[in-house]
């Protein structure tokens, strides 16, 4: 089962919905995104009542963050809301990690209370976030004490103008979470957990970034090396997870940040959030098909796994991006007429989707 929402669904996405049959939600983003009129559509009503019949609890997934809210209101109080609840809530996710990572300092803090909070009682750099965010928005990395005040100032001005864009179940300014900054390089997982609460990889991302201070998501690799080097570092982790949290048939993105070492033993692996419900998002994990071959939706609805020693056959040095171009900031969404997609193409090689 599935619930598409804004801002994109992909058409591989929504080829493989109709071709499994998956039941989908109609909703009103249906409509605005112009989905096929060829999917498994039900009714509210309907989705629910299919929901409920399983005598367990059946793969359910979202394209997009913004189905949290509908699924808060209309799916059956199975224990689900709790585990979503969980990993979308950071504080809580940091506390139930904290075991894991003892060391690791983290604070909740009230964003009218934030130009006020005591920096000396982290060790710079830190990072400031909302406790319940997505897509980098009023994500900060702030270097020294004197970066504080204006970072907050920008904080401030940013959610007020994404107060009405995303839902509170997606954002919510209210609280902000401070805590160490973990250093490394970035990684990016989707993964689903089984019936057993065993995690199932079925991707690899690795994050670029422009600069240090750098936290947007333009950039992402995937390649047999990246795969080979982290997997099973990231599956123990994933593993714990798992088990203490008790999550059954249930997609996650989860992001790490993994120190450069020769050694494994010298490596340190750092949680930075996990992402309930979807993969990748804006359908980012259907680069696992462009590389790989791999239906992570099909994989994910047919409780499947991918095999990894075959399908890692022949890929030897090839590396796969998922780039974003993005909209200067100065520049008006209004007084854009139109884009030209083929020269943004054109400065790239060996372009296999444009979307």
Same mark, same amino acid.
């Given at each position: ?176 979470? !401070?805590?160490?900054?973990? @250093? %490394?390089?970035? #990684? =990016?997982?989707? &993964? ?118 075959? !399908?890692?056959?022949?890929? @030897? %040095?090839?590396? #796969? =991006?998922?780039? &974003? ?31």
């Amino acid at each position: 089962m599935i619930i598409l929402e804004e801002p994109y669904v992909s058409t591989f996405l929504q080829e493989t919905l109709d071709r499994l049959r998956i039941p989908v939600l109609r909703n009103v983003a249906i409509d605005i995104l112009h989905v096929s009129p060829q999917l498994n559509y039900l009714s509210s009503e309907d989705f629910i009542r299919q929901y409920k019949q399983f005598p367990e609890v059946p793969p359910l997934y979202s394209s997009s963050e913004n189905a949290l809210e509908w699924i808060a209101q209309h799916i059956p109080d199975n224990g689900l809301q709790e585990k979503i609840h969980l990993f979308k809530d950071k504080f809580q996710f940091r506390q139930l990690m904290h075991p894991l990572y003892p060391k690791f300092n983290f604070t909740k803090v009230p964003l009218v209370d934030l130009d006020g909070f005591d920096t000396t009682t982290f060790q710079f750099p830190i990072i400031v976030k909302p406790n319940i965010g997505f897509f980098s928005v009023g994500v900060y990395k702030v270097n020294t004490a004197a970066d504080w005040k204006p970072i907050v100032s920008k904080i401030h001005q940013e959610m007020a103008n994404m107060q009405d864009i995303f839902p509170k179940s997606v954002v919510n300014s209210a609280e902000f979470i !401070i805590e160490d900054c973990i @250093e %490394g390089d970035e #990684y =990016a997982v989707d &993964v689903y957990f089984d019936k057993d609460c065993q995690p199932v990889i079925l991707n690899v991302m690795k994050h670029i970034f422009a600069h240090p201070e750098d936290t947007s998501y333009r950039l992402y690799i995937t390649s047999k090396e990246i795969i080979e080097s982290t997997h099973d570092l990231f599956h123990a982790i994933l593993q714990e997870i798992g088990k203490t949290s008790g999550i059954q048939k249930f997609p996650m993105h989860i992001e790490f940040r993994m120190t450069s070492s020769q050694h494994d033993s010298g490596q340190q692996i750092g949680i930075i959030e996990a992402n309930p419900m979807r993969f990748a998002g804006l359908c980012v994990t259907d680069l696992a098909y462009f590389a790989y071959g791999t239906n992570n939706y099909e994989l994910f609805f047919n409780q499947e796994k991918p095999d990894w020693s075959t !399908i890692l056959q022949g890929k @030897e %040095g090839k590396i #796969y =991006a998922m780039i &974003v171009g993005t909209i200067p900031r100065e520049l008006k969404l209004e007084d854009i007429e139109s884009v030209d997609y083929q020269a943004f193409c054109d400065k790239l090689s060996h372009v296999m989707e444009c979307r």
